[in-house]
């Protein structure tokens, strides 16, 4: 048995070190996959955002132009229309964000915080950058976040953004003349934070990978069983069998049967070739007995 011991210890040394490779390699990839996971959904929530503000610029507001004249309706501005929307979203997903965090808003309820003052900060640094991805901690966990500039591209912007003089009368009374103000045609102004929370694609990512590893550490254990019956029957035992009688013929014991020549080509090979020897062992004590 130490043969197969040794056997065996060769085997788990390679296997683990198999093991330890498949682990890094298939947790980076599983990572990989839940990050890429995650952006997907950011990106998804940006675009449905997206497609928000430009439904509520060429049809909701053009509807809204004759009643403006009278009371200034927030509903016909594209952010606002786009965080209203989120809002009824996330009543069902806290743990979902979207802001068009604004360094000088209109609404105070735009104002960026300082983590998202510093995103703003880092697109007007980098103007030819067009998204960032980042992640931080939150009261609900770990969270990715997707950001993409918010940019005065278009001059008509300027009509409510420029000086509180050349901002309808409507708006001015609701938000009064201290914010919002100042904008510049192509001044990055603000930016669109999606937050993702990362927890249930991570969490996902590690119960895959607990279960591929548990999948490869019983198939090895499986194999390894089989391995050694196999090793036990067609190689240990016929070895043990001719290792018994060759300590008995030493002693002078030329009565045991001759082996049967079965099994594998090596042991039969082996039973073969100790046949011969004992048969001319038997030869060789009978000549010099006679």
Known sequence: MKLLIKINLVMVLVFAAGLAIAAFLSFKLLESNAENEVIQQARMIMHSAQAVREYTVSEVRPLLDEPMKKIFLPQSVPAYAATQNFNSFQKKNPEYGYKEATLNPTNPRDRATDWEADIVRYFRNHSAEKELIGQRDTPTGPSLYLAQPLQIKNPDCLACHSVPSAAPATMTALYGNDNGFGWKLQE????????????????????????????????????????????????????????????????????????????TREIANLAASFNRMRRSLVKTMEMLGG
């Open 188 to 263: 990055i102004i603000g930016a669109q934070i999606v937050s993702v929370p990362t927890s249930v694609a991570v969490q996902k990512a590690r119960s895959a990978f607990y279960l591929f590893m548990s999948s490869l550490l019983l198939i090895f254990i499986a194999m390894s069983a089989m391995f050694n019956l196999m090793m036990i029957f067609i190689v240990i035992k016929p070895i043990n069998h001719i290792a018994t009688v060759a300590d008995q013929i030493s002693t002078g014991n030329l009565d045991s049967p001759e082996f049967a020549e079965t099994g």
